[in-house]
């Protein structure tokens, strides 16, 4: 996946943000690596649906795991999961788009009313 910087990353952004659960995963490691257990509590969805969000992030290197076996298998039990370097600056990224829209519906609220 491309760096947020370059031309054609805000589709590919789009586009991964898209899949369920992508979101929840990327927010819940803003605290620091977790386990799967702890992922699945706080994302709160299937262990199937998690692991497919996991394995999506992990193909983009957004999210790496202290195991180094294979993405598409399952992961040991204890793996802790955390975000990389990239997915560090996508999180920031996506805050920051989200302020942004937070803010533009604020101000076109209040424009509309007016």
Do not use: K
Not at 45 to 53: K, Q
Not at 79 to 96: F, I, K, Q
């Amino acid at each position: 996946m491309p760096t947020p910087s370059e031309p054609h990353s805000v589709p590919d952004l789009l586009e991964l943000v898209s899949h369920p659960h992508v979101l929840e995963v990327l927010d819940a490691l803003i605290d620091g690596p977790m386990m799967f257990a702890a992922l699945r509590s706080q994302v709160r969805t299937g262990r199937r649906e998690l692991a497919a969000a996991l394995r999506l992030v992990g193909a983009r290197g957004l999210v790496t795991r202290t195991d180094s076996g294979s993405w598409d298998a399952d992961a040991p039990v204890d793996a802790v999961y955390r975000h990389t370097e990239l997915g560090r600056v996508v999180v920031e990224a996506l805050s920051c788009y989200s302020l942004w829209t937070t803010m533009y519906d604020r101000v076109n609220a209040a424009t509309d009313h007016s």
